[in-house]
């Protein structure tokens, strides 16, 4: 009934960039998607970016995505977190419209060629010889491909749970599948049940904001977008503002903690740590005399707000109950009422760092069904999931990312190496040399694999090349020119509120010293080439920082030895003698393609590692030696 | 292959009283064993874990090589985790060595320095720590070095670097939490500030460590002591005096001593290696001139140096050469054969050696006197002052040192940090936690994520 080179299954925010990046790749696409209503639906908080997610979405936009772009055009609020830190944590968050970011982004799904959108339930994935070929829809049709991408976030088996009402259902009010479930155990997939959360929406009207600390926006709004770029307008955003849970509000879910599924072992799921329940950090850290509670709109054109802080499975009643307790909300009325929901998703250390299934060439997985939470994390596995099914549509070689390369490398390499036991959140502490993966320069790392694939089109890789030449020349400059301590130079040093020379010094020096930065610099020298914000800021940043840069990049080099030693596929752990059992088992289940990425594996001691390293050394010598 | 061949070795330091151990380990330990032993009365197969008394037979008919006794341990209940044979001898070196080549010629491989301890680590008997610190066991010298060897067995040093470890990671969780989390009220904004004063204070400890390590490290090789001196002054005298036996020529003929004798000496718990050297003096016979060239290097190269003068004669000009040679190295001047007259007055020493602070001791040690000042006057010098009786608890190895001292570089870098970016300081800290973990063999962390979440009440 039609054949493409690549399905995408799903229309979150996993499917919208696999999908995107496959079509504007060159291949035939369909997107199959439960309902067109919810193409990419926010279902829990109103936001998109902060820090290590705000990377992500860089990233995401420097490989040639659209989530950037698609926040960019139809956010409420920007801020940049975590300026009075390091610029490699400094992190943007956008406050989202939830309805226009989902028009828009469907609107570019139509209008991006080669992509067909297909309203449908998949009921099962096609296989021949192994290898994956197509899927049935529910109605029976059937569509085939070389290469799907399963999407399918909270959806599969979804199970909503709400006080002691529990039903099948997914985010949005739909129906939740059960027939793909099954599909993916017969084709011999392991699968792992977890659970989040989501807190009730309420009528803005019935919030007494006055009551409130006021949370506005940036004065100058960055944009995600490396396209955007340099700063735009932003007119009128809008505020989200700051409460607080009192003992009353403690009061109220200790004394209906026995109508609390989570304490009732109603939910089975494993939920996130960094995102507890209300009901949850309550017991767990039962002296604290309250917890933050952030009211954020969720669209310009709507009453809605979200209660973020509150997340909880409580009985309705409950939920009006306690949320009236917090100041400013005394009055409160619900929209809709918070829920936590279970749901089935794919253990991912049964996935290559390219997203494929092992064993099971041509499906690729991305998103929450790989047991991750949040838009960005999505975002990101889609785009690398799509543009992957697209380079083995084509026979081309895959994307694989590093732990070096990317915040999207870590996440992978974490989610396939080590597993999840919790939905997955990308943390800046995950990531071994931050230093180097910092959003500033998400395109100087990701843009060239991006345009080698074939998805950052020429304008956007010339725009690229230019900022990077820039870049490169104003740092050779800085080494070159020298400043000399001239008295106009002094003056203009005492008055900027700086120490005065004792000799010449090049620029670069200059821009060293800790309260020098690139705007005093301009006053010092005259004849600065006009530079964009970004390529000063750029070069401000590589400059001050080389120091721990090379440090990293040092730190780096090490690793990447222990990733070059690559473990062959067909290594039979049975017969490496020495490794403990466990280590057996882990390695045998994990099947690591480096040593680097065995001794990320938990279970394997560095006394395995050496084990192997010899086994290993062992037996590319012998193979050497087997010559005439 | 590696790890399935047996291997066999001489395990105790030869030199001990004739007694000795050959040791097997492998998969054919067992069998190779009963190849070679003659039991009085057991019979095969050896029982495991027993003490066997028997004779090993030599290539010959009817030859016995020695009487031994002869134990059995099967895998996996060993050291190695694989089968062992351990056969006592007690006729000395040489039927010693007998052994060990009739065990080599049934095709057991002789091991290299450290293997069966590196097999230990291997199978996963022993962490890094503990495979290294029974290297020292089998290294250490002396009654207290072995002590310190088996306490780091027990995990001295591992315990101790895993409580700098927690207390730089309960650092690490606030400081990544606040950076993860900026707008938890739970999380407090670390400073730059109190990073960097917390980050002094484990600095000090692992210092601290490394201090005692390097420490640990002159009980296992010894404080090397050279003895320097003119020609008869009693050099070989002092180090027969010290060994206690007459270990090297004395003679009343100047020039006696051509090459340099080396022995270990307890000390007070110190092992300390000493050296003779042949007298420094001006000459023209090739062979001394040799000695004397070597005599130099040694003084160069040694912890410390013995300088002996004819307290009688007074200070000859070749004393003053060798004088310019000792310069900033640790010196104890010996003042011998007081007996005989006493011509050099203390101020004349120090002026000799300036700046150096060394103890000037007089001696007569053809009648064994000032022995005890000097050994309490080198013990002082090892231990630089340190309350009476400190001893090294533990010791490291020089791979384990080092980490110490990267670990150190770490923290100092992260102090001389920009107060105004903890994110930076961060970098260092886990740096310093790395190191560390290289000395217990825990590299791989998941505990800084653990320890956020137990820490902080987290959640938007
Ligand atoms: N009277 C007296 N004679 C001593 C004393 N110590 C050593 N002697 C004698 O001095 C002579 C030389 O002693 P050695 O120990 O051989 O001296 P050395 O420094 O090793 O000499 P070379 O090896 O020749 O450089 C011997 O005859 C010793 O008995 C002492 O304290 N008093
Ligand atoms: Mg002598």
């Known amino acids: 009934m039609g054949s493409y080179d690549v399905i995408v299954i799903g229309g979150g925010h996993a499917g919208c960039e696999g999908a995107l990046a496959a079509a504007r790749m060159g291949c035939r696409t369909l997107m199959v998607t439960l309902s067109l209503e919810t193409i990419a639906l926010m279902p829990c908080n109103p936001a998109v970016g902060g820090p290590a997610k705000g990377h992500l979405v860089r990233e995401v936009d420097a490989l040639g995505g659209e989530m950037a772009r698609n926040i960019d055009a139809t956010c409420l609020q920007v801020r940049m977190l975590n300026t009075t830190k390091g610029p490699a944590v400094h992190a943007l968050r956008a406050q989202a419209d939830k309805r226009r970011y989902e028009e828009r982004m469907r609107r570019v799904l139509e209008d991006t060629r080669n992509l067909d959108l297909r309203q449908g339930v998949v009921e099962s994935l096609l296989t021949e010889g192994g290898r994956v070929t197509g899927v049935l829809l529910a109605t029976g049709t059937v569509f085939a491909a070389p290469a799907v991408v399963l999407t399918t976030g909270t959806y599969l088996r979804g199970k909503i749970i709400l006080g002691d009402l529990q039903y099948d259902g997914a985010p949005g009010g739909q129906v939740a599948p059960q027939g793909l479930s099954r599909s993916l155990k017969d084709l011999g997939l392991d699968l792992m049940r977890f659970k989040t959360g989501t807190p009730a929406r ?7 904001f006055s009551r409130m600390m006021e949370q506005p926006g940036d004065g100058e709004p960055l944009s995600f977008s490396f396209r955007n770029m340099p700063a735009r307008e932003l007119p009128d955003q809008m505020s989200c503002w700051l409460t607080h849970t009192n003992e009353r509000t403690h009061r109220v879910i200790q004394e209906n903690l026995h109508r609390s599924p989570l304490f009732t072992g109603q939910i089975e799921g494993t939920g996130p740590r960094y995102c507890p329940s209300i009901e949850d950090k309550v017991v767990r850290f039962a002296d604290k005399a309250g917890h933050q509670v952030f009211l954020e709109p969720e669209g310009r054109h709507t009453l809605e707000y979200y209660v973020q802080g509150m997340s909880t499975s409580l009985p309705e009643d409950v939920q009006l109950a306690m949320l009236q307790t917090v100041e400013g909300m005394e009055k409160v009325r619900i929209i809709r009422p918070g829920y936590a929901i279970e749901y089935d998703c794919i253990e991912p250390t049964q996935l290559d760092r390219t997203l494929e299934v092992r064993g099971l060439p041509g499906l690729f997985t991305a998103g929450q069904v790989n047991g991750t939470s949040g838009y960005e994390e999505a975002a990101a596995q889609g785009i690398l999931a799509g543009i992957n099914a697209a380079q083995k549509a084509r026979g081309r070689d895959m994307l694989v990312l590093d732990r070096s390369q990317a915040y999207l490398g870590v996440l992978v390499d974490d989610l396939v190496t080590k597993g999840t036991s919790e939905p997955y959140r990308m943390l800046t502490s995950r990531a071994e040399y931050r230093l180097l993966l910092r959003q500033d320069n998400a395109d100087l790392r990701l843009t060239p694999s991006g345009y080698r694939v074939g998805l950052v089109e020429e304008k956007q890789y010339q725009a690229f090349l230019r900022k990077r030449d820039q870049v490169e020349g104003e740092i050779r400059r800085l080494g070159q020119v020298r400043v000399n301590p001239t008295p106009e130079v002094q003056e203009v040093l005492t008055r900027l509120g700086l120490g005065e020379l004792s000799g010449p010094v090049t620029l670069e020096r200059l821009l060293k010293r800790p309260e020098m930065d690139y705007a005093a610099l ?15 800021r750029q070069v401000e940043i590589q400059v001050k920082y080389a120091g721990y840069i090379d440090k990293q990049k040092a730190q780096v080099e090490k690793f990447l030895r222990m990733e070059k030693r690559s473990i062959p596929e067909d290594i039979d752990y049975e017969g490496v003698p020495g490794l403990r059992k466990e280590a057996r088992e882990k390695l045998k289940k994990h099947r690591p393609r480096s040593l680097g990425q065995a001794g990320r594996i938990s279970g394997v001691s560095p006394a395995d590692l050496s084990i192997l390293l010899l086994y290993l050394e062992q037996r590319s010598r012998a193979g050497r030696g087997s010559g005439p | 292959m590696f790890l399935e061949d047996t291997i066999a070795a001489i395990a105790t330091p030869p030199g001990e009283g004739g007694i000795g151990i050959v040791r097997l380990s492998g998969p054919e330990a067992v069998q190779i064993a009963e190849k070679i032993f003659k039991p009085r009365k057991a019979t095969f197969p050896l029982k495991s874990h027993r003490l066997h008394l028997g004779w090993v037979q030599g290539p010959q008919e009817g030859e016995i090589i020695d009487e031994v006794l002869l134990t059995v341990m099967r895998a996996p209940r060993t050291f190695t985790r694989e089968d062992v044979v351990e056969i006592n001898c007690h006729g ?8 060990l080549e009739a065990t080599i010629s049934l095709g057991a491989r002789l091991a290299e320095p450290g293997e069966f301890t590196r097999r230990a680590f291997l199978k996963g008997r022993l962490d890094l720590a503990q495979a290294e610190g029974l290297l020292q066991v089998i290294r250490a010298k002396t009654g207290e070095g072995l002590q310190a060897a088996l306490g780091q067995l027990e ?99 100047a020039g006696t001593t051509r090459d340099q004798l080396e022995e270990y000496v307890n000390l007070a718990g110190i092992p300390l290696k000493i050296v003779d050297t042949a007298g420094i003096r001006k000459t023209r016979n090739r062979v001394e001139i040799i000695g004397v060239e070597r005599a130099r290097n040694l003084a160069q190269r040694g912890d410390l140096v013995i300088f002996i003068l004819n307290a009688a004669e007074g200070i000859a000009r070749e004393d003053r050469e060798i004088a310019s040679i000792l310069q900033g190295k640790q010196v104890v001047v010996l003042l011998n054969k007081i007996d005989l007259g006493e011509n050099i007055p203390e101020a004349e020493v120090r002026r000799l050696l300036p700046g150096a602070e060394a103890p000037i001791i007089r001696a007569s040690l053809i009648n064994q006197q000032g022995l005890e000042e000097l050994e309490l006057a080198i013990s002082q010098l090892v231990f630089q002052g340190q309350v009476e009786g400190s001893r090294a608890d533990f010791l490291a190895s020089l791979r384990q040192i080092q980490a110490l001292e990267r670990a150190s570089a770490s923290l100092l870098d992260m102090l001389a940090g920009p107060l105004e970016d903890p994110d930076l300081l961060s970098i260092d800290l886990k740096a310093a936690y790395a190191a560390l973990g290289e000395i217990t063999g825990e590299t791989v962390e998941d505990d800084l994520l653990d320890k956020i979440f137990a820490e902080f009440c987290i959640g938007k």
């Open chain 1, 202 to 208: 309420v009528d803005g009207r019935t919030l007494d």
């Open chain 1, 522 to 536: 301009k006053k010092l020298s005259g004849d600065i080439p006009p530079l964009d914000r970004e390529v000063e």
């Open chain 2, 92 to 99: 000395g070196i040489v039927p010693l060595r007998r052994v």
């Open chain 2, 155 to 253: 995990g001295t040093l591992s315990r101790r670097v895993r409580e700098i470890r927690q207390e730089i990671l309960l650092l690490l969780a606030r400081l990544e939490a606040a950076i993860d989390f900026p707008e938890e009220e739970d999380v407090d904004e670390v400073t730059g500030r109190q990073v960097k004063a917390q980050g002094a204070g484990i600095l000090e400890k692992v210092r601290a460590l490394a201090e005692g390590a390097r420490r640990g490290k002159i009980y296992r090789d010894g404080v090397e002591t050279v003895i320097i001196g003119r020609p008869n002054v009693g050099k070989s005298s002092l180090l027969n005096a010290l060994l206690r036996e007459e270990r090297a020529i004395v003679t009343e003929v």
